[in-house]
T-cell receptor, first 113, second 114 residues
Framework: SQTIHQWPATLVQPVGSPLSLECTVE??????LYWYRQAAGRGLQLLFYSVGIGQISSEVPQNLSASRPQDRQFILSSKKLLLSDSGFYLC????????????FGAGSRLTVL | AQSVSQHNHHVILSEAASLELGCNYS??????LFWYVQYPGQHLQLLLK??????LVKGIKGFEAEFIKSKFSFNLRKPSVQWSDTAEYFC????????????FGTGTRLLVSP
């Protein structure tokens, strides 16, 4: 069966520091991968998605970037964190074909101080 | 671009009360529709989905949703809620345009009091 892992689960970082959140999927090949941010009262905002290695699409302009160095690995990064980057980040995957049924990871809670 | 509106941000019910959470989307073409649920401390998980066919779809734990194309709606219902239904519920739409991205509503927090 397929599983999705995210780490770290919780992170507290100072303003201006770098960020790296990792997500890996097991038990499937060539998945679509997604990064969402969940903010109270704002639902889930799609940040990035990827259909393959090295292929990243950004949904909103921001201080973050994403990379997909391997088929089942998706990384969310920042060179210098802002206070507004605080939030709950969710990684998700779906199969390439057919309708999008997303499976989500447990999430990473980022607090920028 | 498609968007999803959930009009109820917070709902408080007593056990055994009936539930209906509203969801409207904006897209005139073919869509797939979803309800996801996030129980306290747990992953976001799929509750039910609509792809085609019978517009009344049934999901886990006694939930159902009805797709009304003329109203661009996909409301979630449950005849009798339980304390364990306390969670946050998200409606989502996936439009058949280019890459199929899932767009979520802002969510509805449901609190069921015993």
């Amino acid at each position: 069966s397929q599983t999705i892992h995210q780490w770290p689960a919780t992170l507290v970082q100072p303003v201006g520091s770098p960020l790296s959140l990792e997500c890996t999927v097991e038990g499937t090949s060539n998945p679509n991968l997604y990064w969402y941010r969940q903010a109270a009262g704002r639902g889930l905002q799609l940040l990035f998605y990827s259909v393959g290695i090295g292929q990243i699409s950004s949904e909103v302009p921001q201080n973050l970037s994403a990379s997909r160095p391997q088929d089942r690995q998706f990384i969310l990064s920042s060179k210098k964190l802002l206070l507004s980057d605080s939030g709950f980040y969710l990684c998700a995957w779906s199969v390439q074909s057919g309708a999008n049924v997303l499976t989500f990871g447990a999430g990473s809670r980022l607090t920028v101080l | 671009a498609q968007s999803v509106s959930q009009h109820n941000h917070h709902v408080i019910l007593s056990e055994a009360a009936s539930l209906e959470l509203g969801c409207n989307y904006s897209y005139g073409g073919t869509v797939n529709l979803f309800w996801y649920v996030q129980y306290p401390g747990q992953h976001l998980q799929l509750l039910l989905k609509y792809f085609s066919g019978d517009p009344l779809v049934k999901g886990i734990k006694g939930f159902e949703a009805e797709f009304i194309k003329s109203k661009f709606s996909f409301n979630l219902r449950k005849p009798s809620v339980q304390w364990s239904d306390t969670a946050e519920y998200f409606c989502a739409v996936n439009a058949y345009t280019g890459f199929q991205k899932l767009v979520f509503g802002t969510g509805t927090r449901l609190l069921v009091s015993p």
